[in-house]
């Protein structure tokens, strides 16, 4: 009797655990997110630039900043498209340079893009098979990194197009 | 009846090894079992080595360079896993984490196994 | 109009069974030994009840009235009128409705067809059955009500996936429902039976044919979903171990090993609390895949939208009825006559009690891989995948022993059998089996020794189950689902073992060599279909000495929405399939061709409908 006493609290507890952990798990947000490239440090780059040719460290490029914006675009990404203004707004800022990272692009597309669209980079750097995206952690387009150059950590992440609420993050972040 | 079947059977088993399509050297290339082993990530449920987006295309080239370059399939699953996390890797590595996901089916089976060969053998013979 | 019909309808559902409920309570509790007619007729007016639900739903989708949210969201004008009825049960609220109806159904079959049986176990199945009927049905009326209005009226709909434009995928979710609802019903019958401590042989003889039935039904639907996977993906497999194909194989192992416990219970009286335990587990997993899949809890492709609510309240709901069916479990003791209710070690009980315990390993093996990633992301907060080099590592090796004491196992007697009956003949075709698997691996440059033991151990299964076809002491139907299973086996280890394949960029006019076929990138053309372009690619594949056969896999762009799928060509024979799939590389002119050599693919098919035919022979002999 005892015996049988047992197995049923036994049985009762582990029901009860597994549904609350599933309880649990579906409040958790499913999508998938690499917030763990969060505070992790950026890794340098070392490309060629879209105008000049000239291949370019990234970390030379951004030394007396405080803060870098990369973003990585694609002239045949048409999400780019909508978030441009919004890079164009944040290239006013005084303080951080903003570095366009073309991704898996063809030049003469790439500099027409930009011509029609305005320019908001400091720089363009070329990622031509896309490896550097897969140093930064990236697997899409468009992307965009807030990167802290004193202690060369990322601190944003953001995936997808900007808009409005995320560029008044940005700001914020920027002017703190 | 029985040499009729054993006949048949055997026969199938000779037109397996006559067919020489069936048969022909299946070698598969490092790139192809490394990516077929990887999700990609911006796909629904395929592996890199299926998908043709650029992603998945990047990826594939990466390996492609990283193998020329000495890498071992472990490095190349390990700098991946640095950069996307362990969620890009289809076999989940046996690690302190993953240890009861491994080990908890077997140790069922096990249980399992003594229950059996106590209802057919212990209890059977103390009663009988 | 229709939509208020419609919903109306369901509201009196829940009156009915609140009702039901009610009055067969009353009558368990006075001891009743007589049976009132009158629940046929409730159940029946029930039933009638949410099928005319069910049809205005029907009919809405088929009039394409968008005043409807759910015929909003999931059709439109121009779909064929197939798709717009198959269109009723392909979004979460038909989906569930069609549950509804089925869970109902099922309880109506039942009374009539247990006049036989014991009035306070029907009466008791009835509650029981009801209970989750009236879960099905609030569930519907708060959370997920197919006849919601919208206003104002749009001029046409928002679905038109062409993905789920196909036959296989049309009916593969009423197939694969009502082999779930039928686990409710085995559910409820078998709590019915622990309470009115009835639980024996002629309880088995009754219950059987229903788990014949939804085994049936199961096995159908999951093979149609497997089916849809390999023609319409176009990436030539047929099991991802995707979460969702997980969620109805869990219930189908569970149930093929309750299918076998069940004979034990009818023949001899034994694994009672067993039987009633897989009963119960059965239908917590079909519950629970309904669960997983709509509650955002789980990344898959399959899943539908996501709701939290919806997720919570069956969550909630599963959570009380399992607590329900652990609670009648221990409350009601199921006595056993015999003391010595054990098994000799060599006898088909025993043999059976082994079957279970490999198909309650591989079941733990798919519940734990599906499960882990969620619960360690809960504690840890870290996200890990588990996929197909998982389930093949901890299964594929025990399907080795698996397979031998399936060639055994069948052919002993009840009771007890003697060691002569594994004869010495069979043990020489053992070791033939072996010699000959390691000619084909050594031959053919698979150089595993695993293999070589995986694939003699199938072939030992299928030489012992072909010959079992013409014995004539064993019965006819588990003779053709054992030999069915092994044939599944034989084909799906050969086309794992044996499929080839070559992935590769070309433009028109290029070729390709590949073992002996030499394939052609002929020419491309567009075409403009009702609601799509294409563009068909021409490939033309010449093996020495055969006439080149033709391929037009096709690159399909769909406008609304804008999508762009690739249909591979198939050619299928009885030895290989060939596949070919193309698709467009952003350059545009160069495309990512994959041909495919695939052995055996036919006799999946083949043997997964003779499994379920030699079900269906089970069911029709008693």
């Known amino acids: 009797m005892k015996f049988k006493k047992l197995n049923l609290v036994l049985i009762l507890l582990i029901t009860i655990l597994v549904f609350f952990a599933l309880y649990l798990g579906m409040k958790k947000q499913n999508l998938y997110t690499t917030d763990h490239i969060v505070n992790k440090k950026?890794?340098?780059?070392?490309?060629?630039?879209?105008?000049?040719?000239?291949?370019?460290?990234?970390?030379?490029?951004?030394?007396?900043?405080?803060?870098?914006?990369?973003?990585?675009?694609?002239?045949?990404?048409?999400?780019?498209?909508?978030?441009?203004?919004?890079?164009?707004?944040?290239?006013?800022?005084?303080n951080s340079k903003i570095v366009g990272l073309n991704y898996k692009d063809k030049i003469e597309n790439a500099k027409s893009f930009i011509s029609e669209l305005g320019n908001p980079y400091d720089h363009i750097l070329l990622d031509k098979k896309g490896f550097i995206s897969i140093d930064i952690g990236a697997y899409g387009v468009p992307e965009t990194y807030v990167i802290d150059n004193t202690n060369n950590k990322i601190i944003k992440k953001y995936l997808g197009p900007i808009d409005e609420f995320i560029l008044e993050e940005i700001i914020n972040i920027l002017n703190s | 009846m029985k040499k009729i079947f054993t006949l048949i059977t055997f026969s199938f088993l000779l037109l397996i090894l006559i067919n020489n399509s069936v048969l022909a050297d299946n070698k598969i290339s490092k790139v192809d079992s490394i990516s077929k082993n990887l999700r990609c990530l911006i796909c629904q449920?395929?592996?890199?080595?299926?998908?043709?987006?650029?992603?998945?295309?990047?990826?594939?080239?990466?390996?492609?360079?990283?193998?020329?370059?000495?890498?071992?399939?472990?490095?190349?699953?390990?700098?991946?896993?640095n950069k996307y996390g362990d969620w890009i890797m289809y076999e989940p590595e046996l690690d302190k984490k993953t240890l009861l996901l491994w080990i908890l089916p077997l140790i069922l089976f096990v249980f399992g196994g003594l229950l059996i060969f106590k209802k057919a053998f212990i209890n059977y013979n103390k009663n009988v | 109009m229709i939509n208020q019909l419609g919903y109306y309808s369901l509201v009196f559902c829940v009156l009915f069974s609140l009702f039901i409920i009610t009055k067969s309570t009353r009558a368990i509790i006075s001891?009743?030994?007589?049976?009132?007619?009158?629940?046929?007729?409730?159940?029946?007016?029930?039933?009638?009840?949410?099928?005319?639900?069910?049809?205005?739903?029907?009919?809405?989708?088929?009039?394409?009235?968008?005043?409807?949210?759910?015929?909003?969201?999931?059709?439109?004008?121009?779909?064929?009128?197939?798709?717009?009825?198959?269109?009723?049960?392909?979004?979460?609220?038909?989906?569930?409705l069609l549950w509804l109806l089925v869970l109902i159904l099922f309880l109506f079959l039942f009374i009539l067809n247990s006049k036989k049986s014991e009035n306070g176990y029907k009466l008791l199945t009835i509650v029981f059955q009801e209970v989750i009927i009236l879960g099905f049905l609030l569930f519907i009326i708060f959370t997920s009500n197919p006849f919601e209005y919208l206003f104002p009226t749009p001029t046409e709909g928002l679905g038109l996936n062409p993905i789920l434009q196909d036959p296989a995928l049309a009916i593969h979710p009423p197939i694969l429902y009502l082999g779930y609802v039928g686990t409710s019903l085995v559910f409820s019958s078998s709590l019915a039976a622990t309470v009115n401590k009835s639980i024996n042989s002629d309880w088995a003889k009754h219950i059987k044919k229903w788990i014949f039935a939804s085994w049936i039904f199961l096995t159908l639907g999951i093979m149609l979903g497997s089916i849809w996977a390999y023609y319409e993906l176009g990436w030539g497999g047929f099991w991802f171990w995707d979460p969702v194909e997980n969620v109805s194989l869990m219930p189908w192992l569970c149930l093929t090993a309750l299918l076998h416990s069940v004979l034990v219970l009818e023949k001899r009286n034994s694994l009672k609390n067993w039987t009633v335990i897989l009963s119960i587990a059965t239908f917590a997993l079909s519950m629970s895949g309904t669960f997983l899949v709509r509650s955002g809890i789980l990344n898959s492709i399959h899943t539908f939208a996501n709701d939290p609510s919806r997720g919570l309240f069956i969550l909630i709901f599963l959570f009380i009825l399992i607590l329900l069916a652990i609670i009648i479990y221990f409350s009601f003791e199921i006595k056993n006559p015999n003391p010595s209710n054990n098994f000799f070690w060599l006898s088909k009980e025993t043999a059976v009690l082994i079957n279970n315990w490999f198909m309650m390993y591989f079941l733990s093996v798919v519940l734990i891989g599906t499960l882990y990633p969620i619960f360690l992301e809960v504690i840890s907060n870290e996200k890990i995948s588990v996929g197909a080099p998982f389930y093949h590592k901890l299964m594929v090796p025990f399907l080795i022993p698996f397979f031998i004491f399936m060639s055994?196992?069948?052919?002993?007697?009840?009771?007890?059998?003697?060691?002569?009956?594994?004869?010495?003949?069979?043990?020489?075709?053992?070791?033939?089996?072996?010699?000959i698997s390691y000619l084909i691996v050594e031959y053919s440059g698979v150089k595993y020794l695993f293999s070589t033991i995986l694939i003699s151990t199938s072939i030992f299964l299928f030489y012992s189950s072909a010959s079992d076809?013409?014995?004539?002491?064993?019965?006819?139907?588990?003779?053709?689902?054992?030999?069915?299973?092994?044939?599944?086996?034989?084909?799906?280890?050969?086309?794992?073992?044996?499929?080839?394949?070559?992935?590769?960029?070309?433009?028109?006019?290029?070729?390709?060599?590949?073992?002996?076929?030499?394939?052609?990138?002929?020419?491309?053309?567009?075409?403009?279909?009702?609601?799509?372009?294409?563009?068909?690619?021409?490939?033309?594949?010449?093996?020495?000495?055969?006439?080149?056969?033709?391929?037009?896999?096709?690159?399909?762009?769909?406008?609304?929405?804008?999508?762009?799928?690739?249909?591979?060509?198939?050619?299928?024979?009885?030895?290989?399939?060939?596949f070919i799939v193309f698709s467009l590389l952003k350059e545009g002119e160069v495309f990512n061709v994959r041909y495919q050599q695939k052995p055996f693919m036919i006799w999946i098919w083949i043997s997964l409908i003779m499994l379920a035919f030699g079900g269906s022979l089970a069911l029709i002999k008693k």
């Open chain 3, 408 to 435: 055994i196992g069948p052919r002993l007697k009840w009771i007890k059998d003697k060691f002569t009956k594994i004869n010495y003949y069979q043990i020489l075709i053992l070791i033939l089996s072996l010699v």
């Open chain 3, 469 to 578: 076809l013409v014995k004539k002491n064993i019965q006819f139907p588990q003779k053709i689902s054992h030999f069915a299973f092994s044939l599944l086996i034989i084909s799906i280890l050969v086309n794992g073992i044996y499929s080839k394949e070559i992935n590769s960029n070309m433009k028109v006019g290029d070729n390709l060599t590949f073992m002996n076929k030499k394939i052609e990138f002929k020419s491309i053309n567009f075409e403009k279909q009702d609601n799509y372009n294409l563009l068909r690619g021409h490939f033309e594949i010449t093996e020495e000495g055969k006439i080149p056969i033709n391929f037009q896999p096709e690159i399909r762009i769909y406008d609304q929405p804008v999508i762009s799928t690739s249909e591979a060509d198939i050619k299928t024979n009885l030895l290989n399939d060939n």
């Open chain 1, 42 to 94: 950026m890794p340098n780059l070392i490309s060629t630039e879209l105008f000049t040719g000239e291949e370019t460290n990234l970390s030379e490029l951004v030394a007396k900043e405080k803060f870098t914006i990369l973003n990585i675009w694609a002239s045949w990404c048409a999400p780019c498209r909508s978030e441009h203004k919004h890079l164009i707004t944040l290239s006013s800022n005084n």
């Open chain 3, 31 to 96: 001891k009743n030994s007589k049976f009132d007619g009158i629940y046929y007729n409730l159940v029946f007016l029930q039933l009638f009840l949410v099928l005319f639900s069910f049809f205005c739903l029907v009919f809405n989708f088929i009039v394409s009235d968008f005043s409807n949210v759910t015929v909003y969201n999931n059709s439109h004008t121009s779909k064929p009128l197939f798709y717009k009825i198959s269109g009723v049960w392909g979004n979460h609220e038909g989906s569930l």
């Open chain 2, 45 to 81: 449920g395929q592996s890199v080595y299926d998908s043709q987006s650029e992603f998945a295309i990047s990826v594939k080239d990466l390996i492609k360079k990283k193998i020329e370059e000495g890498n071992s399939d472990n490095d190349i699953y390990e700098y991946l896993k």
